[in-house]
């Protein structure tokens, strides 16, 4: 078949196929997948919970109903496998893992709702939509060779369904540590046209130093570190007679004579693209500081907090700095709470190839200890790389322009994904950069999560022709 021929099978499968595959869609987003480490069991193949177990096992189940050759990799990772002629494989990968629901959903989060051309719902664009289209691009060749009118693919497709994507990627390690890394992978994540590179990553806490005496007898904010928390709440002791007015972002409630809570409600993004959100966790600092409600050791902590929690970018303690490939540095403060009697924040940062986590983790402890605050590392991850003028690159971005008729060039992202836990691999998609969408429609790991039913179909299409485009490089 020559291309316009290719073009129109892909069209017209899409169209025959499309419910299906908003019904895998669905069953995979019932599952409510997100990391649960106190239910973790090895032995029953579980090990980051039961959500993503399930979620692994319903997607081995389809994958094995669409006729591939499917392994269960200790319930690690999920293999679905279609042979071709050598044993050299194309890799893709999705995360069938997500982030908890969190607070203020109008859509049940745990099933997806479709309306005026978008699906709703907890991993519809991040990650197990993308999957499932990439999945069945997969299959679309496979019909096509068991029909007899597509010759088998030189190379093996080898699509792998992680568990961990979202917590630490502790699932990569375990499978690599049994199987050979692919010639070239690619995971249905992050933005078209094609990501080559993606920043370095910190994670980390910030143990106040111990406050028996205190004003603020709970503080709770963010549902998970890697993103900007869209709500906060505090208790807080006030002397009598005190009065507090709530304002269009911090909500003032007396449940006590001598006692307030203050609820923040900010606006959640993803914690590699921080400039879009408004940090709840920040909202209820200002408010503390700015009607004087702290004991002086609170005051040097939450000065410390504002600092950080004000300027995305680590100038507000001393982690600016930028690069040619990645931009500048971020960081947010993505959860806080109250452990015993310190508390406890949370920070994402994601930097470009000037500075390293040891000067991340280095600058932000010498900041912290001016005010008694303590810091530990929980995750560290080196930037990486791609040339954007590799074949394989260059193939991906061929296909997207292909099906999309744009001109478009390859870039880089501050977000995590995958592809830098293997040799050579890129980010791809579906995701649109400068996409708007309604304002009832969320971002990832905030609430309502959605995505344009016509972007995932655009991206089964953009995965068929790359499945094709990488199928004739040499590798």
Known sequence: ???????????????????????????????????????????????????????????????????????DVDGYMGIADLSGESDTQ??????????????????????????????????????????????WAMKFWKDLQDEGTAARFPYTVRFLFGTNEETGMGDVPYYLERYDDPAFLFTPDAEFPVCYGEKGTFHGRILSEPMVERNVLELHGGAAENAVPGQAEALVRVAPGTKLESTDRVQVLWPVDDQVRLVASGKSAHASLPEG?????????????????????????????????????????????????????????????????????????????????????????????????????????????VPPDSPVIQALLKAYNEATGDNAKPFTIGGGTYARKFACAASFGPEMLGQRNPDWVGAMHGPDEGVSEELLRQAFRIYALTLGELMALDL
């Open 90 to 135: 194309i890799g893709i990968i999705g995360h069938m893992d997500v982030v908890p629901e969190g607070p203020g959903w109008t859509f049940p989060p745990f099933q997806v709702t479709r309306k005026d051309g978008y699906l709703i719902g907890r991993g519809v664009i991040d990650d197990k939509g993308p999957s499932v289209v990439a999945l």
């Open 1 to 71: 078949m020559n291309q316009d021929e290719i073009t129109q099978r892909i069209d017209a499968y899409l169209d025959a196929h499309w419910d299906d595959m908003v019904a895998d869609i669905d069953a995979l987003v019932r599952i409510p997948s997100y990391l649960e480490e106190d239910k973790a069991d090895a032995a029953a193949a579980a090990p980051f919970g039961p959500g993503p177990r399930a979620a692994l096992t319903a997607a081995l189940d389809r994958a094995a109903a669409m006729g591939f050759a499917t392994q």
């Open 277 to 385: 959100g408004v940090n709840a966790i920040g909202l209820l600092v200002d408010y503390l500081l700015e009607n004087q409600l702290l004991t002086n050791k609170e005051r040097a902590f939450f000065g410390f907090e504002k600092k950080l929690l004000d300027h995305t970018d680590g100038s507000g303690v001393g982690l600016a700095c930028a690069d040619e490939h990645f931009g500048p540095l971020t960081i947010v403060g993505g959860t806080v709470d109250t452990e015993g009697d310190r508390f406890v924040q949370t920070v994402d940062s994601r930097f470009p190839t000037a500075t390293s986590a040891d000067e991340v983790l280095e600058t932000l402890q010498l900041e912290a200890g001016k005010v008694g605050a303590a810091v530990d590392r929980t995750l560290a991850m080196d930037p990486f790389l």
